[in-house]
Protein backbone atom coordinates (compact mmCIF):
# COMPACT_ATOMS: atom_id res chain seq x y z
CA UNK A 1 0.00 0.00 0.00
CA UNK A 2 1.37 3.67 -0.98
CA UNK A 3 3.34 5.83 1.70
CA UNK A 4 0.71 8.71 0.71
CA UNK A 5 -2.26 6.53 2.33
CA UNK A 6 -0.06 6.21 5.66
CA UNK A 7 0.94 9.52 6.01
CA UNK A 8 -2.11 11.00 5.09
CA UNK A 9 -4.07 8.76 7.56
CA UNK A 10 -1.74 9.92 10.49
CA UNK A 11 -2.13 13.38 9.74
CA UNK A 12 -5.67 12.58 10.06
CA UNK A 13 -5.21 11.23 13.16
CA UNK A 14 -2.80 13.03 14.71
CA UNK A 15 -5.71 16.00 13.66
CA UNK A 16 -8.37 14.41 15.52
CA UNK A 17 -7.51 12.91 18.59
CA UNK A 18 -3.99 14.00 18.74
CA UNK A 19 -0.53 13.19 18.74
CA UNK A 20 -0.73 10.92 21.61
CA UNK A 21 -3.29 8.33 19.78
CA UNK A 22 -0.69 8.32 16.67
CA UNK A 23 1.91 7.14 19.28
CA UNK A 24 -0.73 4.31 20.91
CA UNK A 25 -1.70 2.80 17.48
CA UNK A 26 1.96 2.87 16.50
CA UNK A 27 3.14 1.54 19.98
CA UNK A 28 0.54 -1.05 20.28
CA UNK A 29 0.89 -2.30 16.74
CA UNK A 30 3.33 -4.60 15.02
CA UNK A 31 4.70 -2.99 12.46
CA UNK A 32 8.01 -3.92 10.37
CA UNK A 33 8.33 -0.45 9.28
CA UNK A 34 8.45 0.57 13.02
CA UNK A 35 5.49 3.66 12.09
CA UNK A 36 8.05 4.85 9.65
CA UNK A 37 5.94 6.00 6.43
CA UNK A 38 7.11 8.38 3.83
CA UNK A 39 4.49 9.14 0.84
CA UNK A 40 6.49 7.92 -1.80
CA UNK A 41 7.57 4.66 0.03
CA UNK A 42 5.60 1.33 -0.39
CA UNK A 43 4.20 -0.78 2.97
CA UNK A 44 2.45 -3.81 3.41
CA UNK A 45 -1.63 -3.32 3.88
CA UNK A 46 -1.70 -5.38 7.20
CA UNK A 47 0.22 -2.27 8.63
CA UNK A 48 -2.67 -0.44 7.95
CA UNK A 49 -5.13 -2.98 9.33
CA UNK A 50 -3.23 -2.42 12.45
CA UNK A 51 -3.38 0.87 12.63
CA UNK A 52 -7.25 0.79 11.94
CA UNK A 53 -7.94 -1.95 14.15
CA UNK A 54 -6.02 0.07 17.35
CA UNK A 55 -7.90 3.41 16.54
CA UNK A 56 -11.04 1.61 16.36
CA UNK A 57 -10.56 -0.21 19.58
CA UNK A 58 -9.40 3.09 21.58
CA UNK A 59 -12.27 5.47 20.02
CA UNK A 60 -14.77 3.18 19.86
CA UNK A 61 -15.22 4.21 15.89
CA UNK A 62 -16.41 1.33 13.73
CA UNK A 63 -13.26 0.61 10.82
CA UNK A 64 -15.79 1.27 8.32
CA UNK A 65 -16.95 4.83 9.44
CA UNK A 66 -13.24 5.35 9.97
CA UNK A 67 -12.60 4.91 6.36
CA UNK A 68 -15.71 6.80 5.44
CA UNK A 69 -14.06 9.77 7.21
CA UNK A 70 -10.88 9.10 6.17
CA UNK A 71 -11.88 8.99 2.62
CA UNK A 72 -13.51 12.60 3.35
CA UNK A 73 -10.59 13.61 4.21
CA UNK A 74 -8.31 11.99 1.47
CA UNK A 75 -10.60 14.05 -1.03
CA UNK A 76 -9.44 17.03 0.49
CA UNK A 77 -5.67 16.17 -0.42
CA UNK A 78 -6.70 15.24 -3.91
CA UNK A 79 -8.43 18.88 -3.91
CA UNK A 80 -5.41 20.40 -2.67
CA UNK A 81 -2.74 18.10 -4.39
CA UNK A 82 -4.18 18.10 -7.97
CA UNK A 83 -6.97 20.79 -9.10
CA UNK A 84 -6.30 20.22 -12.56
CA UNK A 85 -7.42 16.48 -12.59
CA UNK A 86 -10.81 17.67 -10.70
CA UNK A 87 -11.04 20.61 -13.25
CA UNK A 88 -11.41 18.06 -16.00
CA UNK A 89 -14.99 17.26 -14.53
CA UNK A 90 -17.93 18.99 -14.79
CA UNK A 91 -20.36 16.45 -13.32
CA UNK A 92 -20.07 13.84 -10.60
CA UNK A 93 -21.29 11.45 -12.46
CA UNK A 94 -18.95 11.53 -15.00
CA UNK A 95 -15.85 11.43 -12.62
CA UNK A 96 -16.77 8.56 -10.63
CA UNK A 97 -18.06 6.26 -13.93
CA UNK A 98 -13.76 7.71 -15.02
CA UNK A 99 -12.12 6.52 -12.29
CA UNK A 100 -10.74 3.17 -14.01
CA UNK A 101 -10.46 4.77 -17.36
CA UNK A 102 -8.71 8.26 -16.26
CA UNK A 103 -8.06 8.64 -12.62
CA UNK A 104 -6.29 5.44 -12.16
CA UNK A 105 -4.59 5.61 -14.95
CA UNK A 106 -3.03 9.15 -13.77
CA UNK A 107 -2.45 7.31 -10.36
CA UNK A 108 -0.32 4.77 -12.13
CA UNK A 109 1.86 7.83 -13.40
CA UNK A 110 2.75 8.81 -9.81
CA UNK A 111 2.43 5.57 -8.55
CA UNK A 112 3.72 2.77 -11.26
CA UNK A 113 3.60 -0.25 -8.47
CA UNK A 114 0.36 1.38 -6.58
CA UNK A 115 -2.38 -1.61 -6.29
CA UNK A 116 -5.89 -0.32 -7.12
CA UNK A 117 -8.82 -1.55 -6.90
CA UNK A 118 -11.45 -1.86 -9.80
CA UNK A 119 -14.55 -0.10 -10.51
CA UNK A 120 -16.38 -1.65 -13.07
CA UNK A 121 -19.38 0.21 -14.52
CA UNK A 122 -22.64 -1.43 -14.93
CA UNK A 123 -25.36 0.84 -15.82
CA UNK A 124 -25.18 4.38 -16.07
CA UNK A 125 -27.44 7.51 -16.72
CA UNK A 126 -27.28 11.04 -16.52
CA UNK A 127 -28.32 10.36 -13.00
CA UNK A 128 -27.83 7.11 -12.04
CA UNK A 129 -24.80 4.90 -11.92
CA UNK A 130 -24.28 1.46 -10.88
CA UNK A 131 -20.63 0.28 -10.44
CA UNK A 132 -18.94 -2.94 -8.86
CA UNK A 133 -16.41 -2.30 -6.63
CA UNK A 134 -13.63 -5.28 -6.46
CA UNK A 135 -10.56 -5.34 -4.00
CA UNK A 136 -8.68 -7.79 -1.64
CA UNK A 137 -8.44 -5.13 0.79
CA UNK A 138 -12.32 -4.07 0.91
CA UNK A 139 -11.87 -0.73 1.68
CA UNK A 140 -15.15 0.22 -0.04
CA UNK A 141 -16.11 2.83 2.95
CA UNK A 142 -13.03 4.13 1.92
CA UNK A 143 -14.84 4.55 -1.91
CA UNK A 144 -18.03 5.80 -0.52
CA UNK A 145 -16.54 8.61 1.72
CA UNK A 146 -14.50 9.92 -1.53
CA UNK A 147 -17.84 9.64 -3.67
CA UNK A 148 -19.77 11.63 -1.21
CA UNK A 149 -17.21 14.03 -1.15
CA UNK A 150 -17.37 14.24 -4.97
CA UNK A 151 -20.81 15.17 -5.13
CA UNK A 152 -20.13 17.91 -2.56
CA UNK A 153 -17.31 19.33 -4.58
CA UNK A 154 -19.96 19.28 -7.26
CA UNK A 155 -22.15 21.33 -5.27
CA UNK A 156 -24.42 18.18 -5.75
CA UNK A 157 -25.87 15.22 -3.56
CA UNK A 158 -26.22 12.14 -3.82
CA UNK A 159 -27.91 8.63 -2.31
CA UNK A 160 -25.59 5.31 -2.23
CA UNK A 161 -26.37 2.44 -1.73
CA UNK A 162 -23.67 -0.43 -1.12
CA UNK A 163 -24.57 -3.84 -1.48
CA UNK A 164 -22.12 -6.56 -0.86
CA UNK A 165 -21.63 -9.28 -3.53
CA UNK A 166 -19.35 -11.06 -1.17
CA UNK A 167 -19.78 -11.19 2.43
CA UNK A 168 -15.92 -10.23 3.23
CA UNK A 169 -16.97 -6.66 1.52
CA UNK A 170 -14.17 -7.80 -1.57
CA UNK A 171 -16.57 -7.14 -4.03
CA UNK A 172 -19.55 -4.62 -3.84
CA UNK A 173 -22.42 -3.06 -5.77
CA UNK A 174 -22.61 0.86 -5.37
CA UNK A 175 -26.05 2.14 -6.22
CA UNK A 176 -25.80 5.77 -6.79
CA UNK A 177 -28.59 7.85 -7.20
CA UNK A 178 -27.98 11.74 -7.75
CA UNK A 179 -30.86 13.69 -5.90
CA UNK B 1 5.11 19.01 29.81
CA UNK B 2 5.16 15.65 31.23
CA UNK B 3 7.67 12.97 30.88
CA UNK B 4 5.29 11.01 29.07
CA UNK B 5 4.55 13.73 26.23
CA UNK B 6 8.23 14.64 25.70
CA UNK B 7 8.61 10.92 24.83
CA UNK B 8 5.98 10.58 22.81
CA UNK B 9 7.43 13.97 21.29
CA UNK B 10 10.85 12.47 20.93
CA UNK B 11 9.22 9.10 19.22
CA UNK B 12 7.48 11.45 16.66
CA UNK B 13 10.46 13.31 16.02
CA UNK B 14 12.78 10.35 15.24
CA UNK B 15 9.71 8.52 12.86
CA UNK B 16 9.99 12.10 11.08
CA UNK B 17 13.60 12.25 10.61
CA UNK B 18 13.89 8.27 9.53
CA UNK B 19 10.67 9.10 7.10
CA UNK B 20 12.32 12.15 5.77
CA UNK B 21 16.03 9.58 5.10
CA UNK B 22 13.85 6.37 3.66
CA UNK B 23 12.13 9.31 1.22
CA UNK B 24 15.84 10.61 0.53
CA UNK B 25 16.78 7.10 -0.18
CA UNK B 26 13.76 6.02 -2.57
CA UNK B 27 14.39 9.77 -4.50
CA UNK B 28 18.00 8.57 -4.68
CA UNK B 29 16.95 5.37 -6.15
CA UNK B 30 14.55 6.67 -8.58
CA UNK B 31 16.91 9.25 -9.60
CA UNK B 32 19.51 6.38 -10.65
CA UNK B 33 16.67 4.84 -12.33
CA UNK B 34 15.72 7.81 -14.50
CA UNK B 35 19.32 7.79 -15.66
CA UNK B 36 19.17 4.73 -16.83
CA UNK B 37 15.77 4.59 -18.51
CA UNK B 38 17.21 7.77 -20.14
CA UNK B 39 20.73 6.17 -20.92
CA UNK B 40 18.34 3.24 -22.85
CA UNK B 41 16.00 5.76 -24.65
CA UNK B 42 19.12 7.47 -26.13
CA UNK B 43 20.69 4.59 -27.17
CA UNK B 44 17.29 3.29 -28.87
CA UNK B 45 17.12 6.74 -30.58
CA UNK B 46 20.72 6.34 -32.21
CA UNK B 47 19.79 3.35 -33.26
CA UNK B 48 16.37 4.30 -34.74
CA UNK B 49 18.17 7.15 -36.28
CA UNK B 50 20.45 5.51 -38.05
CA UNK B 51 18.57 3.27 -39.21
CA UNK B 52 16.25 5.66 -41.16
CA UNK B 53 19.77 7.39 -42.14
CA UNK B 54 20.24 4.51 -43.94
CA UNK B 55 17.24 4.25 -45.60
CA UNK B 56 17.17 8.04 -46.16
CA UNK B 57 20.32 7.88 -47.83
CA UNK B 58 20.24 4.12 -49.23
CA UNK B 59 16.91 4.48 -50.88
CA UNK B 60 16.89 4.25 -54.91
CA UNK B 61 14.31 6.76 -55.33
CA UNK B 62 14.28 10.84 -54.38
CA UNK B 63 13.06 11.13 -51.17
CA UNK B 64 11.80 15.08 -50.22
CA UNK B 65 10.71 16.43 -47.00
CA UNK B 66 9.14 19.70 -46.93
CA UNK B 67 7.38 22.15 -45.04
CA UNK B 68 3.70 23.01 -44.66
CA UNK B 69 4.27 25.79 -47.17
CA UNK B 70 6.19 23.68 -49.64
CA UNK B 71 9.98 25.12 -48.80
CA UNK B 72 12.32 22.12 -49.18
CA UNK B 73 14.09 20.83 -45.73
CA UNK B 74 15.37 17.85 -46.78
CA UNK B 75 16.88 16.14 -50.40
CA UNK B 76 18.35 12.50 -50.08
CA UNK B 77 21.10 11.78 -52.75
CA UNK B 78 18.76 10.71 -55.17
CA UNK B 79 16.26 13.96 -54.76
CA UNK B 80 19.52 16.41 -55.01
CA UNK B 81 20.29 14.50 -58.18
CA UNK B 82 17.37 14.53 -59.72
CA UNK B 83 16.42 18.26 -58.97
CA UNK B 84 20.24 19.31 -58.97
CA UNK B 85 19.52 21.49 -56.17
CA UNK B 86 21.73 22.21 -53.01
CA UNK B 87 19.54 22.72 -50.75
CA UNK B 88 21.97 23.62 -48.20
CA UNK B 89 22.90 26.53 -49.87
CA UNK B 90 19.93 27.51 -51.77
CA UNK B 91 16.37 27.83 -50.51
CA UNK B 92 13.66 25.93 -52.71
CA UNK B 93 9.57 25.77 -52.83
CA UNK B 94 8.16 23.04 -54.96
CA UNK B 95 5.60 25.31 -56.28
CA UNK B 96 8.84 26.62 -58.48
CA UNK B 97 9.15 23.28 -59.09
CA UNK B 98 6.16 22.14 -60.82
CA UNK B 99 5.53 22.31 -65.04
CA UNK B 100 3.27 25.04 -65.99
CA UNK B 101 0.45 22.74 -67.69
CA UNK B 102 0.60 20.60 -64.61
CA UNK B 103 -0.06 23.26 -62.21
CA UNK B 104 -3.27 22.27 -61.79
CA UNK B 105 -3.15 19.39 -61.24
CA UNK B 106 -0.43 19.87 -58.70
CA UNK B 107 -2.72 22.17 -56.74
CA UNK B 108 -5.29 19.52 -56.82
CA UNK B 109 -2.95 17.47 -55.11
CA UNK B 110 -1.73 19.21 -52.72
CA UNK B 111 -5.23 19.82 -51.40
CA UNK B 112 -5.91 15.97 -51.34
CA UNK B 113 -2.68 15.93 -49.06
CA UNK B 114 -3.73 18.51 -46.76
CA UNK B 115 -7.18 16.99 -46.44
CA UNK B 116 -6.98 13.39 -46.76
CA UNK B 117 -3.13 13.30 -45.06
CA UNK B 118 -1.90 11.77 -48.62
CA UNK B 119 -1.51 11.29 -51.99
CA UNK B 120 -0.63 8.52 -53.92
CA UNK B 121 0.54 8.01 -57.81
CA UNK B 122 0.75 11.17 -58.67
CA UNK B 123 2.28 11.11 -62.34
CA UNK B 124 3.29 15.13 -63.80
CA UNK B 125 6.11 17.07 -65.11
CA UNK B 126 8.44 18.94 -63.28
CA UNK B 127 11.96 21.53 -63.93
CA UNK B 128 14.84 20.26 -62.23
CA UNK B 129 17.78 23.41 -61.57
CA UNK B 130 18.64 23.43 -65.03
CA UNK B 131 15.14 24.11 -66.19
CA UNK B 132 14.77 19.99 -67.65
CA UNK B 133 11.59 18.83 -67.62
CA UNK B 134 11.50 15.71 -66.38
CA UNK B 135 8.06 13.11 -65.66
CA UNK B 136 8.03 11.83 -62.03
CA UNK B 137 5.88 9.64 -59.86
CA UNK B 138 5.27 10.87 -56.42
CA UNK B 139 4.12 8.88 -53.50
CA UNK B 140 3.68 11.75 -50.38
CA UNK B 141 2.02 11.98 -46.95
CA UNK B 142 1.69 14.39 -44.08
CA UNK B 143 4.45 13.88 -41.06
CA UNK B 144 2.45 14.78 -37.47
CA UNK B 145 3.82 15.65 -34.66
CA UNK B 146 2.48 13.75 -31.40
CA UNK B 147 -0.29 15.57 -30.81
CA UNK B 148 -1.29 15.08 -34.38
CA UNK B 149 -0.75 18.42 -35.67
CA UNK B 150 0.82 18.59 -39.38
CA UNK B 151 4.12 19.24 -39.22
CA UNK B 152 5.67 18.88 -42.67
CA UNK B 153 5.14 16.36 -45.76
CA UNK B 154 7.85 13.79 -47.30
CA UNK B 155 7.31 12.52 -50.49
CA UNK B 156 9.02 9.71 -52.76
CA UNK B 157 9.80 10.91 -56.11
CA UNK B 158 10.49 8.26 -58.73
CA UNK B 159 12.17 9.53 -61.88
CA UNK B 160 9.73 8.04 -64.84
CA UNK B 161 11.00 10.60 -67.41
CA UNK B 162 12.42 7.35 -69.83
CA UNK B 163 9.30 5.47 -69.10
CA UNK B 164 6.91 8.58 -70.57
CA UNK B 165 8.85 8.89 -73.13
CA UNK B 166 8.61 5.50 -74.49
CA UNK B 167 5.00 5.67 -73.68
CA UNK B 168 4.26 8.68 -75.62
CA UNK B 169 6.48 6.69 -78.53
CA UNK B 170 4.69 3.68 -78.16
CA UNK B 171 1.57 5.70 -78.73
CA UNK B 172 2.68 7.66 -81.57
CA UNK B 173 4.07 4.72 -82.78
CA UNK B 174 0.31 3.23 -82.67
CA UNK B 175 -1.69 5.39 -84.28
CA UNK B 176 1.17 5.86 -87.12
CA UNK B 177 0.85 2.33 -87.62
CA UNK B 178 -2.88 2.61 -87.68
CA UNK B 179 -3.04 5.54 -90.24
CA UNK B 180 -0.72 3.57 -92.41
CA UNK B 181 -2.69 0.40 -92.02
CA UNK B 182 -6.30 2.04 -92.74
CA UNK B 183 -4.14 3.95 -96.01
CA UNK B 184 -2.65 0.44 -96.65
CA UNK B 185 -6.38 -1.26 -97.28
CA UNK B 186 -7.77 1.98 -98.71
CA UNK B 187 -4.81 1.69 -101.24
CA UNK B 188 -5.90 -2.08 -102.09
CA UNK B 189 -9.46 -1.41 -102.55
CA UNK B 190 -8.29 1.61 -104.84
CA UNK B 191 -5.52 -0.49 -106.51
CA UNK B 192 -7.72 -3.81 -106.98
CA UNK B 193 -10.65 -1.63 -108.47
CA UNK B 194 -8.57 0.56 -110.80
CA UNK B 195 -6.72 -3.16 -111.83
CA UNK B 196 -10.48 -4.84 -112.25
CA UNK B 197 -11.79 -2.49 -114.84
CA UNK B 198 -8.96 -2.13 -117.35
CA UNK B 199 -9.22 -6.36 -116.55
CA UNK B 200 -12.73 -5.89 -117.52
CA UNK B 201 -12.16 -4.03 -120.86
CA UNK B 202 -9.20 -6.33 -122.35
CA UNK B 203 -12.12 -9.35 -121.45
CA UNK B 204 -14.72 -7.62 -123.48
CA UNK B 205 -12.15 -6.81 -126.26
CA UNK B 206 -10.81 -10.42 -126.25
CA UNK B 207 -14.31 -11.70 -126.64
CA UNK B 208 -15.62 -8.87 -129.38
CA UNK B 209 -12.13 -10.36 -130.74
CA UNK B 210 -13.29 -13.81 -130.65
CA UNK B 211 -16.68 -13.50 -131.83
CA UNK B 212 -16.10 -10.81 -134.81
CA UNK B 213 -12.92 -13.91 -135.93
CA UNK B 214 -14.55 -16.69 -134.82
CA UNK B 215 -14.40 -17.83 -138.56
CA UNK B 216 -11.27 -16.95 -139.66
CA UNK B 217 -8.95 -17.71 -136.92
CA UNK B 218 -7.38 -21.32 -136.47
CA UNK B 219 -8.13 -23.57 -133.61
CA UNK B 220 -4.80 -23.21 -132.00
CA UNK B 221 -5.56 -19.15 -132.06
CA UNK B 222 -9.17 -19.68 -130.35
CA UNK B 223 -7.07 -21.95 -128.34
CA UNK B 224 -5.10 -19.05 -127.49
CA UNK B 225 -7.68 -16.55 -126.51
CA UNK B 226 -9.65 -19.38 -124.24
CA UNK B 227 -6.39 -19.66 -122.06
CA UNK B 228 -6.41 -15.70 -122.28
CA UNK B 229 -10.00 -15.47 -121.04
CA UNK B 230 -9.05 -18.12 -118.33
CA UNK B 231 -6.21 -16.43 -117.34
CA UNK B 232 -7.84 -13.01 -116.97
CA UNK B 233 -10.95 -14.56 -115.03
CA UNK B 234 -7.84 -15.80 -112.52
CA UNK B 235 -6.63 -13.41 -111.97
CA UNK B 236 -9.81 -11.49 -111.26
CA UNK B 237 -10.10 -13.66 -108.56
CA UNK B 238 -7.10 -13.03 -107.77
CA UNK B 239 -7.45 -9.12 -107.18
CA UNK B 240 -11.10 -9.94 -105.73
CA UNK B 241 -9.05 -12.24 -103.40
CA UNK B 242 -6.26 -9.43 -102.52
CA UNK B 243 -9.25 -7.52 -101.81
CA UNK B 244 -10.45 -9.79 -99.64
CA UNK B 245 -7.69 -10.34 -97.74
CA UNK B 246 -6.88 -6.54 -96.73
CA UNK B 247 -10.58 -6.21 -95.24
CA UNK B 248 -10.43 -9.51 -92.83
CA UNK B 249 -8.28 -7.25 -90.55
CA UNK B 250 -9.92 -4.55 -90.62
CA UNK B 251 -11.89 -3.22 -87.15
CA UNK B 252 -15.38 -3.14 -88.42
CA UNK B 253 -15.97 -6.80 -87.57
CA UNK B 254 -19.40 -7.35 -86.34
CA UNK B 255 -19.22 -9.48 -82.86
CA UNK B 256 -22.68 -11.31 -82.76
CA UNK B 257 -23.71 -14.91 -81.40
CA UNK B 258 -22.89 -16.51 -84.14
CA UNK B 259 -24.63 -20.62 -84.36
CA UNK B 260 -21.89 -22.35 -86.35
CA UNK B 261 -24.12 -25.12 -86.85
CA UNK B 262 -26.66 -23.46 -89.11
CA UNK B 263 -23.97 -21.53 -90.92
CA UNK B 264 -21.93 -25.03 -91.88
CA UNK B 265 -25.45 -26.74 -93.13
CA UNK B 266 -25.94 -23.72 -95.51
CA UNK B 267 -22.70 -23.59 -96.75
CA UNK B 268 -22.27 -27.16 -97.59
CA UNK B 269 -26.47 -26.85 -99.33
CA UNK B 270 -24.66 -23.91 -101.44
CA UNK B 271 -21.50 -25.27 -102.19
CA UNK B 272 -20.77 -27.22 -105.05
CA UNK B 273 -19.81 -30.82 -103.91
CA UNK B 274 -19.12 -33.76 -106.23
CA UNK B 275 -21.13 -36.25 -105.83
CA UNK B 276 -18.51 -38.68 -104.73
CA UNK B 277 -18.09 -36.65 -101.98
CA UNK B 278 -19.65 -36.91 -98.83
CA UNK B 279 -19.34 -34.05 -95.82
CA UNK B 280 -20.69 -35.11 -92.32
CA UNK B 281 -20.25 -33.05 -88.84
CA UNK B 282 -19.52 -35.83 -85.89
CA UNK B 283 -21.10 -33.65 -83.40
CA UNK B 284 -23.75 -30.46 -83.26
CA UNK B 285 -21.38 -27.20 -83.62
CA UNK B 286 -21.43 -24.80 -81.05
CA UNK B 287 -22.64 -21.07 -81.03
CA UNK B 288 -19.61 -18.35 -80.70
CA UNK B 289 -19.54 -14.58 -80.41
CA UNK B 290 -17.99 -13.48 -83.43
CA UNK B 291 -18.16 -12.21 -87.04
CA UNK B 292 -20.74 -13.77 -89.00
CA UNK B 293 -19.31 -13.11 -92.34
CA UNK B 294 -15.68 -13.86 -91.72
CA UNK B 295 -16.57 -17.22 -89.96
CA UNK B 296 -18.58 -17.93 -93.05
CA UNK B 297 -15.20 -17.57 -95.43
CA UNK B 298 -13.35 -19.41 -92.84
CA UNK B 299 -15.51 -22.38 -93.19
CA UNK B 300 -15.92 -22.06 -96.78
CA UNK B 301 -12.50 -21.92 -97.79
CA UNK B 302 -11.42 -24.95 -95.59
CA UNK B 303 -14.29 -27.04 -97.05
CA UNK B 304 -13.63 -26.17 -100.45
CA UNK B 305 -10.14 -26.85 -100.05
CA UNK B 306 -10.83 -30.11 -98.87
CA UNK B 307 -13.23 -30.65 -102.18
CA UNK B 308 -10.56 -29.42 -104.51
CA UNK B 309 -7.73 -32.07 -103.31
CA UNK B 310 -9.82 -35.07 -103.22
CA UNK B 311 -8.52 -37.11 -105.63
CA UNK B 312 -9.78 -40.18 -104.20
CA UNK B 313 -12.93 -42.01 -105.66
CA UNK B 314 -14.73 -41.92 -102.65
CA UNK B 315 -14.14 -38.74 -100.92
CA UNK B 316 -14.81 -37.87 -97.25
CA UNK B 317 -14.94 -34.56 -95.17
CA UNK B 318 -15.72 -34.96 -91.83
CA UNK B 319 -16.30 -31.94 -89.63
CA UNK B 320 -16.08 -32.06 -85.56
CA UNK B 321 -15.76 -29.91 -82.77
CA UNK B 322 -14.43 -30.44 -78.91
CA UNK B 323 -14.43 -28.02 -76.09
CA UNK B 324 -11.37 -26.70 -74.54
CA UNK B 325 -12.02 -24.64 -71.69
CA UNK B 326 -11.79 -20.89 -73.24
CA UNK B 327 -11.90 -21.95 -76.68
CA UNK B 328 -13.47 -24.66 -79.12
CA UNK B 329 -11.25 -26.84 -81.37
CA UNK B 330 -12.46 -27.43 -84.78
CA UNK B 331 -11.17 -29.89 -87.10
CA UNK B 332 -12.09 -30.52 -90.78
CA UNK B 333 -11.02 -33.46 -91.97
CA UNK B 334 -10.57 -34.90 -95.60
CA UNK B 335 -8.79 -37.74 -97.83
CA UNK B 336 -7.24 -35.98 -99.95
CA UNK B 337 -3.83 -35.32 -101.98
CA UNK B 338 -2.20 -34.36 -98.83
CA UNK B 339 0.42 -31.85 -98.13
CA UNK B 340 3.71 -32.50 -97.20
CA UNK B 341 5.39 -31.98 -93.99
CA UNK B 342 8.08 -29.07 -95.11
CA UNK B 343 4.67 -27.20 -96.78
CA UNK B 344 2.64 -26.76 -93.63
CA UNK B 345 3.82 -23.30 -92.49
CA UNK B 346 4.05 -22.32 -96.13
CA UNK B 347 0.80 -22.75 -97.18
CA UNK B 348 -0.50 -19.72 -94.50
CA UNK B 349 1.62 -17.53 -96.17
CA UNK B 350 -0.01 -15.18 -98.83
CA UNK B 351 0.17 -16.32 -102.37
CA UNK B 352 1.80 -20.03 -101.39
CA UNK B 353 -0.31 -22.30 -103.55
CA UNK B 354 0.96 -25.73 -104.06
CA UNK B 355 -1.34 -26.72 -106.71
CA UNK B 356 -1.08 -24.46 -109.62
CA UNK B 357 -5.05 -24.22 -111.27
CA UNK B 358 -7.26 -21.48 -112.42
CA UNK B 359 -9.21 -21.67 -108.94
CA UNK B 360 -5.96 -21.56 -106.57
CA UNK B 361 -4.91 -18.25 -105.88
CA UNK B 362 -2.69 -19.15 -103.08
CA UNK B 363 -4.73 -16.38 -100.71
CA UNK B 364 -7.53 -18.89 -99.31
CA UNK B 365 -5.90 -20.14 -96.25
CA UNK B 366 -3.80 -16.76 -95.23
CA UNK B 367 -7.26 -15.27 -94.85
CA UNK B 368 -8.65 -18.69 -92.60
CA UNK B 369 -5.18 -17.58 -90.67
CA UNK B 370 -6.04 -14.16 -89.78
CA UNK B 371 -9.98 -14.90 -89.19
CA UNK B 372 -9.42 -17.45 -86.57
CA UNK B 373 -5.89 -15.04 -85.46
CA UNK B 374 -9.34 -12.62 -85.18
CA UNK B 375 -11.14 -14.82 -82.96
CA UNK B 376 -8.09 -15.49 -80.49
CA UNK B 377 -7.62 -18.61 -82.16
CA UNK B 378 -4.71 -20.90 -83.48
CA UNK B 379 -4.62 -23.17 -86.68
CA UNK B 380 -2.27 -25.59 -87.58
CA UNK B 381 -2.60 -29.42 -89.45
CA UNK B 382 -1.72 -32.55 -89.83
CA UNK B 383 -1.36 -34.24 -92.75
CA UNK B 384 -0.02 -37.52 -95.21
CA UNK B 385 0.74 -36.78 -98.51
CA UNK B 386 -1.84 -39.16 -100.17
CA UNK B 387 -3.65 -40.27 -97.81
CA UNK B 388 -5.42 -36.75 -96.07
CA UNK B 389 -5.24 -33.40 -94.06
CA UNK B 390 -6.63 -32.74 -91.44
CA UNK B 391 -7.25 -28.85 -90.49
CA UNK B 392 -7.20 -27.89 -86.97
CA UNK B 393 -8.08 -24.69 -85.31
CA UNK B 394 -9.73 -22.96 -82.42
CA UNK B 395 -12.14 -20.04 -81.63
CA UNK B 396 -12.85 -18.23 -78.78
CA UNK B 397 -16.12 -18.91 -77.06
Redesign the interface.
Known amino acids: MKGIVF?EFLELVEDKFG??M??NI??SSNLES????????TYSFSEMLQLLEHLSKNTGISIDNLLLVYAEHFFSVIENSYPGLLATYKDPIEMISSIENHIHVEVRKIYPDAELPTFEVIEKTDNNLIMVYKSSRAMHHFGLGLMNKTFEHFNSTATIELEKIKEDGTEVRFVINKN | MSQD?VE??Q??LK?EK???K??EK??EEKSRELYFTSQKLEQLLDEKSSQLQGVFENIIDAYVVMDLQGNIIKFNEAATKLFGFDIERESVNVINLIYKEDYEYAITSFMQLQSNGYFKDYEARVYTKSKEVKWVHINASVIFDKDKNPVAAQGIVRDITEFKNLEIQKEKLLSKLEKSNDELQEYAHIVSHDLKSPLRSIHALVSWLKEDNINSLDKASLKNIELIELTLEKMEQLITDVLNYSSVGSDTSLREEIDLNGLVSQLVSILYVPENIEIKSLNILPNITGDKTKLQQLFQNLISNAIKFIDKEKGTIIIDVEDVNSHYKFSIKDNGIGIEKQFHEKIFKIFHSLKKSKDSTGIGLSIVKKIVNLHEGEIWLDSEPNVGTTFYFTLKK
Open positions: TLEVDISNGIYTAVG | QILRARAARAAIL
